[in-house]
């Protein structure tokens, strides 16, 4: 079954060029030339992932993506800016992109990350039901809830999948390329900055009332869930 993506970007040259290159990989690929007409796009005619612009007129990217998660839409969303500063590409995960290239970008590349976004973008499909703690962390993943205590972490999609990862190896050191493959089914090489944004994400949410520290830098290998 042919794979449906949304592009919201309010360059012409650069929609269309998207549009060919995606066409051409044999996506069904729609457009949209800014936020306002992507979010009646999304709705009438729902895509298995959406490339979004965060620079857009009437409706930015940044509030396009804000509201699809409010509404509880999982779309995959695969945002792009020119903005390359880490606060940018944190702004963009806060408001719940699963993942996020600065421009200008290569094209491989995109297409390879939208094919990792689709190949873990079943969002429709049940979970598996398991139930996971580590101290006072608890995760269902039927309902892919996640509660520190009584208190209940809102988590994206990816950041659930991350964490959820981490405590089914608790205790145990995961590498970069081993999360990345298993995340992402992409390893974006040494240089990439994606895993630890997450990282820095969740750390705030797990411990944003004081709690202690569950998830741990292991320098030079990767990361570990411990109390």
């Known amino acids: 079954m042919t794979s449906s993506i949304l592009i919201a970007e309010d360059d012409r040259a650069v929609r269309e060029s998207l549009r060919r290159a995606l066409q051409l990989e044999g996506y069904d690929v729609a457009v ?10 999304i709705r009438s005619h729902p895509p298995d992932a959406l490339l979004l612009d965060v620079s857009m007129p009437m409706v930015d ?4 993506s804000r509201v699809l998660r409010s509404e509880q839409n999982r779309v995959p969303i695969l945002m792009l800016t020119a ?10 995960l806060d408001a719940g992109a699963d993942d996020y290239m600065p421009k200008p970008y290569d094209l491989d590349e995109l297409l390879a990350r939208v094919r990792a ?3 873990r973008a079943d969002y429709s499909a049940p979970a598996d039901g398991e139930s ?14 996640a509660f520190r205590a009584e208190r ?10 991350l964490l ?5 190896n608790q205790g145990i050191v995961l590498d970069h390329t081993t999360i990345y493959e298993r995340i992402w089914n992409y390893d974006f090489g040494p240089d990439s900055k994606n895993l630890a944004v997450y990282i820095g994400y969740l750390r705030r949410k797990t ?6 520290r569950l998830v741990h830098t292991v320098r030079g290998v990767g990361y570990t869930v411990r109390v």
Do not use: H, M, W, Y
């Open 32 to 41: 949209a030339p800014n936020g306002a007409e992507a979010l009646e796009a």
């Open 61 to 64: 990217g940044l509030t396009v």
């Open 132 to 145: 996971l703690s580590i101290g006072d962390l608890r995760l269902d993943g039927a309902a892919r809830r």
């Open 164 to 168: 959820e990862l981490l405590v089914q």
């Open 83 to 92: 903005r390359t500063e880490t606060s940018d590409r944190v702004a963009g």
């Open 152 to 161: 209940e972490i809102e988590l994206s999609k990816t950041e659930f999948d």
């Open 117 to 119: 976004l689709l190949r």
């Open 207 to 212: 411990e944003a009332e004081g709690e202690s």
